[in-house]
């Protein structure tokens, strides 16, 4: 499984932003696809997950309310729109894919596949 991410990005606080990540080089389909970031500093940490099958989500409590997660199986491409951006926001946001059935997963080491990240810089 392959996951690209793209470039970088510079928002404002208040703002918002729809990062894609673009899943291909599947021979069996993932069960979840997922959106983890890390902060200078930080661990990195899980922002949220979907099913496969698009049928349910998963989101951290930290962000619950102001992202979500979707994705359009035509253009096999995964996506993440966070509003009301704020400056703890800024992070290097990674896309990944699990593979283990059963649940979306929130642990990093759970997940298989990875996309090589995107830094999102929130500026006040």
């Known amino acids: 499984v392959q996951l690209q991410a793209f470039g970088e990005v510079l928002v404002q606080a208040g703002d918002f932003l729809r990062l894609p990540c673009v899943v291909s080089?599947?021979?069996?389909?993932?069960?979840?696809l997922g959106w983890f970031r890390q902060a200078t500093g930080q661990e990195r940490e899980f922002v949220g997950g979907i099913a496969w099958t698009g049928g349910f989500t998963k989101y951290a409590d930290s962000v619950k309310g102001r992202i979500t997660i979707s994705r359009d199986a035509a253009k096999n491409t995964l996506y993440l729109q966070i509003d009301s951006l704020k400056p703890e926001d800024t992070a290097v946001y990674y896309c990944?894919?699990?593979?283990?059935?059963?649940?979306?997963?929130?642990?990093?080491?759970?997940?298989?596949?990875w996309g090589q990240g995107t830094q999102v810089t929130v500026s006040s």
């Open positions: 080089g599947y021979t069996a389909s993932p069960y979840a």
């Open positions: 990944a894919a699990q593979m283990r059935w059963g649940r979306i997963e929130v642990q990093d080491r759970l997940y298989e596949h």
